[in-house]
Every structure is written in structure tokens, then in C-alpha cells.
């Protein structure tokens, strides 16, 4: 049977005091892979522009085409190129980081968002401003959230005006269990 990733209450339910020799030997590996190296997470570490539009949009496989997998991807978890998704495996408290390395082509301010199932989430929200070609800028946000089972995930993008280019030198996105 394959090793499968438990929530905090099914991990408790499963786990008795174990009186009756009842936990098995899957029991302890499901165990194990719910509480060990629980992520998953996207990468781009080659320079990449990108055309920042007022309306917010996606990091994904097509504004970084060299979009891929972050080697941690544990089991359980999904992820999704080409809409930059990463897919909560089961309910629990989660958290979002993201590490970007930007250089702007012009001055401009840009926003950064958390998207949660399509929507942003109230407050993860990260602005500045990139002042000039040449300049680099990092922005590194390390935040919880309680989400549910198939829950998506997505870093959005936007500019203060259309078609304001940057560059996305590395782009780290990856969501790793905690509770």
C-alpha cells in the first residue's frame, strides 16, 4: 500500500495508545511521511523578463518558461506548471515562502500577492518600487496559513501600469507543512 500524507487528526485517530498492538507497520510510515519534509515547491533560477500588467497575473510556465519542480516535492503533494499552482495534500497549517531576486527595466512600483483557490488572500499583499535598470531588488516572505485538503496556491504579479517589464533573476515558491 502506498505511504500516505494524514492530517493532525487522522495521524491522532490512527495512533492510539496502542494497548492492543493495533498500529501497523503502515501506520508508522504513514505517520513518518506526514510529519517529515512535508513540502513541495517551483523554481526559476534562469533570468527571465516579464511584462508586469496592472491586472494582477500568474507566475507560471508561461510568464517563466523554464518554470520547474523544486527537487523537496515530497509525495502527496501536486504541483502545476502552467498555472504556477502548488496543491495543499491535506487539511493543516501550511507555510507560503517565496524568494524572488528582481530587476526592473524601468522605474515602477510592483505588487506581489498570495492567491488562494483563484482569489487573493486578504493581507498578503507586498509592494515596492524598482528604481531603474541595474537595480535588484529581494523580496523574501515567509508566511502560515490554515488550509484544507486541494487547496491551491499561486504567487500573482502587478505593475502600476501596463507592459512595465522586470526581470525575475530566481524565483523560489514553495509550501511546506507544519501542523
Same mark, same amino acid.
Given at each position: 500500500?502506498?505511504?500516505?500524507?494524514? %492530517? +493532525?487528526?487522522?495521524?491522532?485517530?490512527? /495512533?492510539? #495508545?496502542? $494497548?492492543?498492538? /493495533?498500529?501497523?507497520? &503502515?501506520?508508522?510510515?504513514?505517520?513518518?511521511?506526514?510529519?517529515? #519534509?512535508?513540502?513541495?515547491?517551483?523554481?526559476?533560477?534562469?533570468?527571465?523578463?516579464?511584462?508586469?500588467?496592472?491586472?494582477?497575473?500568474?507566475?507560471? %510556465?508561461?510568464?517563466?518558461? @523554464?518554470?520547474?519542480?523544486?527537487a523537496?516535492?515530497?509525495?502527496?503533494f501536486?504541483?502545476?506548471?502552467?498555472?504556477? $499552482?502548488?496543491?495543499?495534500?491535506?487539511? *493543516?497549517?501550511?507555510?507560503?515562502?517565496?524568494?524572488?531576486l528582481?530587476?526592473?527595466? #524601468?522605474? &515602477?512600483?510592483?505588487?506581489?500577492?498570495?492567491y488562494?483557490?483563484? %482569489?487573493?488572500?486578504? @493581507?498578503?499583499?507586498?509592494?515596492?518600487?524598482?528604481? *531603474?535598470?541595474?537595480?535588484?531588488?529581494?523580496?523574501?516572505v515567509?508566511?502560515? /496559513?490554515d488550509?484544507?485538503?486541494?487547496?491551491?496556491?499561486?504567487?500573482?504579479? @502587478?505593475? *502600476?501600469?501596463?507592459?512595465?517589464?522586470?526581470?525575475?533573476? +530566481?524565483?523560489?515558491?514553495?509550501l511546506?507543512?507544519?501542523?
Open positions: 500500500m502506498a505511504d500516505t500524507i494524514r %492530517s +493532525k487528526a487522522d495521524l491522532v485517530a490512527l /495512533l492510539p #495508545d496502542n $494497548t492492543t498492538n /493495533l498500529i501497523s507497520p &503502515q501506520d508508522v510510515r504513514d505517520f513518518l511521511i506526514s510529519v517529515l #519534509d512535508v513540502q513541495a515547491g517551483l523554481q526559476e533560477t534562469t533570468t527571465r523578463t516579464v511584462t508586469g500588467n496592472e491586472a494582477p497575473a500568474a507566475f507560471n %510556465s508561461t510568464s517563466l518558461s @523554464g518554470l520547474a519542480n523544486m523537496i516535492n515530497s509525495s502527496g501536486s504541483t502545476t506548471l502552467a498555472s504556477g $499552482t502548488i496543491t495543499a495534500p491535506v487539511d *493543516g497549517v501550511y507555510t507560503v515562502h517565496l524568494d524572488l528582481l530587476a526592473p527595466t #524601468d522605474t &515602477q512600483a510592483y505588487d506581489f500577492y498570495v488562494l483557490n483563484g %482569489s487573493p488572500v486578504s @493581507g498578503l499583499v507586498w509592494g515596492f518600487t524598482l528604481t *531603474g535598470s541595474g537595480d535588484r531588488e529581494s523580496l523574501s515567509h508566511v502560515p /496559513l488550509l484544507s485538503a486541494n487547496d491551491d496556491i499561486q504567487i500573482y504579479y @502587478g505593475a *502600476g501600469v501596463d507592459s512595465s517589464d522586470f526581470q525575475v533573476l +530566481k524565483f523560489f515558491f514553495w511546506e507543512r507544519i501542523g
